[in-house]
């Protein structure tokens, strides 16, 4: 077995560090990058900014594998989340004799592997770093910068031995873990005290040291997560909690790198670290309430507000603007539901909720005087005064308990059964714009008396 050609999936924190490294010492180390990465690693070189020495390396890169040399190893070091895209690229370019090494948080990422490639092709991995992206190609590295590796079957193989010898020989420390899946856990414990606490108090690991009520708070955290283990048969030494805040004295000045991928703008990986414990203790029965919390805080937290098609927006002189889907409109009182239109506009049948049940939602601007309602694609917009809007304006959003198709003018389509010759009638549409003093109108001079076509 050779392992000539490395192929290092990712350039972030992690791929940055450890791949840069690895090329300084083998030539045959290439990158798999995203579009605006590989630019910048095409242009500058990929660079490493330490205390411990800069390195600057013009390595191989592609955005599409099959551009680059055929890898004996791969080292994905993307995002959990990023996985099964990363899976679909790899995938034409893995001989029987591929091995990829994983170094992603989480838990499952070298199960999905085995179970679509069918074959044993992966050594798990377990990285220790502090870094982060400082702009693409470009990583700061701050701490640690170590990795441990194992067979997931516990044994010490030919191609472990050489992945480990070519981390050392670029001078990367490269331990041989007896139970990798254990290391695995033991860090995931870690993940699922830190990377969320630091985003909830926006601020360094060591805030979370100082309180000794978030004492209890971490040793439940860990409990849970231990649970879990347990009940998959990765048993964890029962100080877990303890030893967890042990490894974090020596970087009590860190963020994390949950933390760093939201500051940046950047999804997180909750889902795959806290979300992960509450869904596998739903499939074993075990209580997990406070590794929910998190989940649901920190997707509250970071996840940008929702839009798009299935979502109208609700804007302008408001004091603050909200968004809702067909579902949140479902929610709101009977006493603003018109279960079926047809019985004030005979043209037209479906669901609908009436403007002034919206339009008390958010907390208007006091001046406010007009309401626009605008179509998705700009084109088209009705203003109404705020009192024609509350007495008239429905918003149709569902038919036969589907979405309002968009041959209806779905998703919402504004109607105003009632307000006469100045009826307005606005197909698909996304945002209500609260105003002070009028706003667009495209409706015609002459309208068709029942408004509904």
């Not at 940055?16 to 995203?34: E, I, M, Q």
């Not at 990465?37 to 490493?48: I, N, P, S, Y």
């Not at 990795?147 to 997931?152: A, K, P």
């Amino acid at each position: 077995m050779s392992m000539n050609h490395i192929l290092v999936v990712g350039a972030g924190s992690v791929g940055g560090y450890f791949g840069a490294h690895l090329a300084t010492h083998h030539p045959n180390v290439s990158f798999l990058l995203r579009p605006k990465t590989l630019a910048a690693v095409q242009q500058h070189g990929l660079r490493v900014r330490s205390a411990s020495g800069n390195v600057t390396v013009h390595p191989q890169a592609a955005a599409d594998p099959k551009q680059l040399p055929t890898p004996d190893l791969i080292i994905l070091a993307v995002k959990a989340y990023d996985l099964d895209e990363v899976i679909a690229q790899i995938e034409p370019v893995l001989t029987d004799q591929t091995v990829i090494l994983t170094l992603q948080n989480g838990i499952d990422t070298e199960d999905r592997l085995i179970a679509r490639f069918k074959r044993d092709c992966v050594v798990g991995g377990v990285a220790f770093i502090y870094s982060k992206i400082a702009a693409p190609g470009v990583i700061d590295h701050y701490k640690k910068g170590a990795v441990s590796i194992g067979e997931l079957m516990g044994h010490e193989s030919e191609r472990v031995l050489q992945i480990r010898d070519l981390f050392t020989s670029a001078g990367i420390s490269c331990q041989l873990a007896k139970d990798i899946r254990r290391s695995k856990w033991e860090k995931m414990c870690w993940n699922c005290v830190f990377n969320p606490l630091t985003v909830l108090i926006d601020d360094k690991v060591s805030r979370a040291l100082e309180h000794p009520e978030m004492m209890h708070v971490i040793h439940q955290i860990v409990a849970e997560v231990t649970a879990v283990s347990a009940a998959v048969k990765v048993p964890l030494p029962s100080d877990m909690p303890d030893r967890v805040v042990k490894w974090t004295q020596e970087i009590r000045d860190i963020h994390t790198s949950m933390y760093d991928d939201w500051k940046a703008g950047r999804p997180t990986e909750i889902r795959n670290l806290n979300g992960y414990i509450v869904d596998q203790g739903r499939a074993l029965g075990i209580p997990t309430p406070v590794n929910e919390a998190l989940t649901a805080m920190i997707k509250t937290l970071t996840e940008k507000p929702q839009s798009g098609p299935g979502i109208v927006a609700i804007e302008g002189a408001v004091v603050q603007p909200v968004s809702l889907d067909r579902t949140a409109l479902r929610q709101l009182p009977s006493e603003h539901q018109i279960d079926d239109v047809s019985r004030k506009m005979p043209s037209l049948r479906g669901r609908a909720v009436t403007v002034k049940g919206l339009l008390d939602i958010p907390a208007l601007e006091i001046e406010a005087d007009h309401v626009t309602f605008h179509s998705s694609d700009g084109q088209y917009a009705a203003t109404l005064t705020l009192a024609q809007a509350k007495e008239f304006g429905l918003l149709l959003y569902e038919m036969d308990g589907e979405s309002l198709p968009h041959g209806k003018g779905g998703p919402f389509r504004l109607i105003t059964p009632g307000l006469g010759d100045l009826c307005a009638n606005v197909k698909a549409v996304n945002r209500i714009e609260v105003r002070i003093g009028a706003g667009k109108d495209t409706r015609p001079s002459e309208r068709p008396p029942a408004c509904g076509s």
